[in-house]
Nanobody
């Protein structure tokens, strides 16, 4: 499966952005999907994930209550709605599909559990 992330940009602190992850090659419905981010000089960190069936979601503590992950399997897309953005949210955001299909309810949170990665989209939050 090939993934394409989009929707990044420059926004002021307190603003919002909506990232999208579009898939081609295979249906997204067989994969849990995650969003990760990587700031310059730092490791790639978990942001959010959603189960294959969209019923279960998981978030990093730092984004709970501000970010919302959702999926539309019919459109083969996963979105990440980001609100109340902070300068420390500045990073390249990546969407990824789980390495294995697994349970309908799994929400992987480590990079090792993901086998397919998009190219990333830059999010810059100014203070």
């Amino acid at each position: 499966v090939q993934l394409q992330a989009s929707g990044g940009g420059l926004v002021q602190a307190g603003g919002s952005l909506r990232l999208s992850c579009a898939a081609s090659g295979r249906t997204l419905s067989i994969y849990a999907i995650g969003w990760f981010r990587q700031a310059p000089g730092k490791e790639r960190d978990f942001v959010a994930s959603i189960s294959r069936n969209g019923v279960v979601t998981d978030y990093a503590d730092s984004v709970k209550g501000r970010f919302t992950i959702s999926r539309d399997n019919a459109k083969n897309t996963v979105n990440l709605e980001m609100n109340s953005l902070k300068p420390e949210n500045t990073a390249v955001y990546y969407c990824a599909a789980a390495r294995y299909s697994g349970s309908y309810y799994d929400t992987p949170s480590t990079t090792q559990e993901y086998g397919y990665w998009g190219q990333g989209t830059q999010v810059t939050v100014s203070s």
